[in-house]
């Protein structure tokens, strides 16, 4: 059985620091890498961060550069993002989501990622 699941997610105040994890299981890790979005109620899923498909370079959205970071663990099939400096408007459902490594899409298309988790929420309080 396929999987991807969150974890990390947390209340914290604005300024602070959290760790989202998302381990995998069921597909074979090093086929796909790793993307996290986040959404907020009424809103739309947005991109946070992903490794390109073409160099493997980390990828951010303009909203999170400098603040957050991805990283991945292919002996552990676990992937991180690191995010600090929080802000309130950080405060989201975050999911991570796993595409083909090879995948010529968009970072952030959504209908380019094949498995996606149930979801972390992280609240930032300002």
């Known amino acids: 059985e396929v999987q991807l699941v969150e974890s990390g997610g947390g209340l914290v105040q604005a300024g602070g620091s959290l760790r989202l994890s998302c381990a995998a299981s069921?597909?074979?890790?090093?086929?796909?890498?790793i993307g996290w979005f986040r959404q907020v109620p009424g809103k739309e899923r947005e991109g946070v961060s992903c490794?390109?498909?073409?160099?493997?370079?980390?990828h951010y959205a303009d909203s999170v550069k400098g603040r957050f970071t991805i990283s991945s663990d292919n002996a552990k099939n676990t992937a991180y993002l690191q995010m600090n400096s929080l802000k309130h408007e950080d405060t989201a459902i975050y999911y991570c989501?796993?595409?083909?490594?090879?995948?010529?899409?968009?970072?952030?298309?959504?209908?380019?990622?094949?498995?996606w988790g149930q979801g972390t929420q992280v609240t930032v309080s300002s």
């Open positions: 989501a796993a595409r083909d490594r090879l995948g010529a899409g968009p970072p952030f298309d959504l209908h380019e990622y094949h498995y």
């Open positions: 490794f390109s498909t073409t160099d493997g370079s980390p």
């Open positions: 069921g597909f074979t890790f090093d086929d796909y890498t």
